[in-house]
């Protein structure tokens, strides 16, 4: 190999501390890619392979111009990429040799700030997973709010469910776990484990400034305090900054909540539709009326980690109850919340000093609402709404809405090195500075008149390039009319430029003037942001408060438009519904058409078998009493006249059957795995939803299962369930379990054709109706004739059998 150009030799010494990345490296306008990351990005960006040298020295390349980087960066983390940025850090006019080069940020899926890499909607969390003495430790960061959390587990498969919970971009996995499981689609890196419980506590004491981690509760935690370590860190490492937004760690038990495991978040819908995975049709569109995104993402958790405490359930009830009561109130609310911009991640920019001049100038107009919306909640007398008040606290924030609004131009430009920030009348400097400049302009905008009159070349015009400067243009046929003052600066195939001795005078003032504007103006604009982030706690309360306000009125909004009520809350294990509804359904098809049923389940007659033909209306009912029951421990009315639901410790649902092709699994292993998941991990304080049950293996064998599955949880598990079946035969176990009852859907026969009720009555289904269904559904008629000769012959052999 050559002797290597300096550039290529500055570039493997930075890639050598990169090697996870790909690492974009800036050259003037471009960031290029070289070698393996040209060969990688131009596969997953599309991007044309180039090269530079020779030989030995030959270096695959691609580039991509520096203003667009964001939407490129974008597209390579979600592919699972990390990036690392490498700027010029010393102005070219000065280096000597090789500009000298750093990599400022590392972005990562996990640990993303922008909003326009970010889901509006929903939470984007780093997590980090240590083992010590027998517990996991789980600690969670949204790097973009400074949401950080943490939590000790003792039971691996929880771990896996806490983080499917989750869902985070990416996992910081220690070198203690050997073991490592599949979770989600998360990006994992891997990280050396090296801290005793001492050392990690010392390092997170001195992180948060504090004599003792008692402040947040964490005194008993170990491998907790290794994962929230290990998250710090990282974040040190990738982002190059202050993380002066991440100011308090809050602990929290996987115990407090009820769980919703990844099978039942899918059959029940509560984010996106099974069909298409669009989140039109979910339970979250239909309750998600939010007027900001802040107020969305809480909203959204809420409904993924309803509550177990009785007294935090009825603080939202109380809240929804006095919103829903007061339509104009509402009203005024949510005029002042639409003016309300992502103040949560705003702060979290402004802290880590990434923040544009826009993002500050929408921090100052969300801020101008709170002094509005504090006199609207002056009388409320709920705690929640009581609380919020509190924390709407306007103090300082108005100061420096007074700072933004009087320094910062109303509509600033994306860029924050170019000028334009800056209002006339803060700075005295920069405001002679832009004036000098702004009066060479006027200067040479006078002197293109002047010359065309001397010269009497009407064609005549000024202009400016960054490469040549100001100068004066004459297209080729005037050029006899060019006086000789003028000296010759530039041919071009239809005209020549040239320049004055007094042109380039007052070009150099010009410029010096703007450069020196621009300059002042991005200092000025950094010490505003700095004033800004000594807010950040102030700002953080403020957008949490709002963010409840936001999810607490979408709630009552709903509540009001739909006509839900509010539950009654015990812990007595009861849930009696009376006329309950479907949300998602109601809304699609409308009230009117909506067929309510009641609901009746207790810890003594806890286990209602539900037969009834295809399409009637089976899961539905199903469903719609396991979203009611989670619509009330999230702390939301729900829909139906009158409702009391005891708490429900997990939601389990066993609902149609999925291939599991990957993993060669069959319909009915995957059914028969899914049942065994519920049978070893419910309580008696669960509600489970089975429908079909067997029905993916031969009819005995099935109907075998399906008996022995519902006796098993009636006698042993004792858990609340809702149990559909096909197998008329399993309705007798009604006869001998007192607790036991047998429901039907009910269908109106009418001469050979069936009409679906939708009213679940008492009594099992006399028979499947599967003939009369297969009909509505557009079999040929000759297909239905054939059936019902073959059902005739079969029934009549099931007697006989029967009989002998």
């Known amino acids: 190999m050559t002797d290597l150009s300096p550039m290529v030799v500055q570039y493997r010494e930075i890639k050598k501390h990169y090697q996870d990345a790909i690492l974009f490296f800036r050259l003037g306008d471009f960031y290029e890619m070289f070698n393996e990351d040209a060969e990688l990005a131009s596969l997953e960006l599309q991007l044309t392979l180039t090269g530079r040298g ?85 600690a969670y960061i949204e790097a973009s709010t400074g949401e950080f959390k943490v939590a000790e587990i003792d039971d691996p498969l929880k771990l896996k469910e806490e983080l499917e919970r989750l869902a985070p971009a990416e996992i910081l996995l220690s070198d203690m776990i050997t073991d490592r499981p599949q979770f989600a ?44 370590l290990a998250i710090l860190e990282y974040l040190k490492d990738t982002q190059k900054t202050t993380l002066g937004h991440v100011n308090k760690i809050q602990p929290y038990r996987i115990e407090g909540f009820m769980f919703i495991d990844s099978q039942t978040r899918r059959n029940l819908e509560l ?127 108005l100061t420096l809405v007074e700072l933004i609004l009087n320094s910062i131009v109303d509509q600033p430009p994306h860029q924050l090195t170019e000028g334009g920030l800056i209002k006339e009348g803060y700075h005295e400097e920069l405001d002679e500075l832009k004036g000098a400049a702004r009066g060479g302009k006027e200067w040479i905008a006078a002197l293109e008149n002047q010359e065309r009159a001397r010269t009497g070349i009407k064609s005549l015009k000024m202009g400016f390039t960054r490469v040549f400067g100001y100068y004066i243009e004459v297209s080729n046929s005037n050029l006899a009319a060019v006086p000789p003052d003028y000296i010759r600066k530039q041919t071009l195939v239809n005209c020549e430029r040239f320049i004055t001795p007094e042109l380039k005078e007052k070009e150099s003032l010009i410029l010096n003037a703007d450069k020196r504007s621009q300059e002042l103006e991005y200092q000025l604009f950094c010490e505003i942001r700095k004033q800004a982030a000594e807010h950040t706690l102030k700002l953080q309360a403020a957008a949490q408060a709002l963010s409840q306000l936001d999810a607490l009125l979408s709630l009552a909004e709903v509540a009001a438009a739909n006509g839900y009520c509010r539950p009654k809350i015990s812990g007595e294990g009861r849930i009696e519904v009376s006329s309950s509804r479907h949300p998602v359904v109601e809304k699609t098809l409308g009230s009117q058409n909506f067929t309510p049923n009641d609901i009746e389940l207790d810890n003594e007659e806890r286990f209602l078998m539900i037969t009834g033909p295809n399409m009637a209306g089976k899961s ?107 197998y008329h035969e399993i309705t007798q176990l009604a006869e001998k379990h007192s607790g036991m009852k047998n429901l039907n859907v009910a269908v109106r026969e009418e001469a050979d054709r069936i009409i679906f009720l939708h009213k679940i009555v008492e009594g099992p289904a006399d028979k499947s109706y599967g003939i009369a269904v297969a009909k509505l559904a557009g079999l040929p008629p000759e297909v239905i004739k054939r059936a019902r000769q073959v059902y005739v012959t079969l029934d009549m052999i099931e007697k006989k059998t029967l009989l002998s």
């Open 620 to 726: 539905t009912y199903m469903r719609q009493v396991a979203l009611i029951c989670l619509m009330a421990q999230m702390g939301s009315y729900v829909p139906a006249k009158s409702a009391e639901v005891g708490i429900t410790d997990r939601i389990f649902t066993r609902i149609g059957a999925m291939d599991n092709i990957f993993s060669g699994q069959s319909t009915f292993m995957v059914e028969m795995t899914e049942t065994a998941n519920i049978l070893n991990n419910a309580t008696k304080n669960s509600l489970i939803i089975l429908d079909e049950i067997g029905r993916g293996t031969a009819t005995f064998d099935g109907m075998s299962i399906a008996a022995a599955v519902a006796e098993y949880i009636y006698n042993k598990i004792k858990a609340k369930t809702l149990f559909a079946t096909h």
């Open 185 to 228: 689609a998360a990006v994992i890196t891997g990280f050396k484990d090296m801290h005793e419980k001492p050392a990690a506590e010392e390092k997170l004491k001195e992180f948060f400034r504090l004599a003792s981690l008692a402040a947040f509760g964490l005194e008993d935690f170990s491998a907790g305090l290794a994962a929230a």
């Open 54 to 138: 020779e030989g030995d020295n030959h270096m695959p390349m691609c580039g991509i111009p520096y203003h667009a980087a964001e939407n490129y960066i974008a597209k390579l983390l979600e592919k699972g990429h990390k990036v690392a940025i490498c700027e010029q850090v010393e102005d070219p006019k000065l280096a000597k040799g090789v500009v000298r080069r750093e990599v400022i940020r590392v972005l990562t899926p996990g640990t993303i700030l922008e909003s326009s890499m970010l889901s509006d909607r929903s939470s984007n969390y780093l997590a980090a997973v240590a083992y010590d003495k027998g517990k996991y430790g789980l």
């Open 271 to 397: 984010t996106q539709i099974i069909r298409d995975q669009s989140f039109k049709g979910s339970l979250l569109w239909v309750l998600d009326q939010c007027q900001t995104n802040m107020g969305s993402r809480l909203l959204r958790n809420w409904m993924l980690a309803p509550l177990l405490n009785v007294g935090e359930i009825d603080r939202r009830l109380d809240a929804i109850e006095e919103l829903k009561a007061n339509a104009v109130f509402r009203a005024e609310v949510s005029q002042e919340l639409k003016k309300v911009y992502d103040v949560e991640r705003l702060t979290g920019r402004v802290a880590t000093q990434n923040a544009n001049a826009r993002d500050l100038v929408s921090l100052a107009g969300s801020l101008r609402r709170l002094p509005r919306l504090k006199e609207l909640l002056k009388d409320k007398r709920s705690e929640a709404l009581n609380n919020i008040k509190v924390d709407l606290k306007e103090g300082g924030l």
